[in-house]
């Protein structure tokens, strides 16, 4: 669990707060007319997510994702691999150490079947994450820090052929705002930071996700797309 003590820099209680922070910014009617599909990026953006969904009669999905670190240092990242198998590289960290582009597709693939399709098991029952194609879509996490997350899940949905493609996200620095904005139709954003210290630095309260409670949220809901696979 993540607590930040130092409450003059909280700009959100939870992920409840977060939740009604950006339906202020989120353009509802718009979305409801273009029939939006929501994607969470993260097992902790689930809750925003379906929360969204629920209330606004959206449908939505999860996106899985692990990141590609280097050898013998877990904090180093390199990469991100989705679960289409779509990989997005920091070329000039991966240059610097001298690290093959080898390594980093196996470790994809390692990671594909090592945690991404428990992932998928875990909360799909198996499944593939939702066709997308021609779809307007809107990316959501519960904060961006690094844009590995953001960049993969962008590509993966791009390759995936949807219409359009937006990002919603409580919080993101202002550095990787200008990235992404380019890159994107629309990011929807309740606070751009200067100076970005991590994501749980801006909630008082950023509890570990229980992965029980995820799975039974998405099977109860009537808005996730896998469960409407069968209809």
Known sequence: MAQNSDFDNCFFEDRQDAYQQLLEV?????????????????????????????????????????????????????????????????????ESFGISLDYIYD???????????????????????????????????QGCETGFNAMCALKSVINMHVRKVSLATPVIPEDLYSKLDKKVDKIYSVHQIRDFIEVAYYYRDLKDPNPAEIAEMLEASNHFLPNKKGE
């Open 26 to 94: 989120l353009p509802i009617k718009v979305m409801q007319h273009e029939q939006w599909i929501l994607i969470a990026l993260s097992v902790g953006a689930v809750e925003i997510t379906q929360k969204l969904a629920e209330r606004y009669g959206f449908d939505f999905d999860l996106l899985f994702s692990e990141p590609i670190v280097a050898p013998n240092n877990e904090e180093c990242q390199l990469a991100m691999v989705s679960e289409t198998n779509d990989i997005v590289i920091e070329e000039k960290l991966v």
């Open 107 to 141: 470790q994809g693939a390692l990671l594909f079947h090592d945690k991404i399709a428990k992932y998928q098991h875990r909360y799909r029952k198996g499944l593939g994450i939702t066709d997308l194609r021609d779809r307007n879509v809107l990316l959501i996490d």
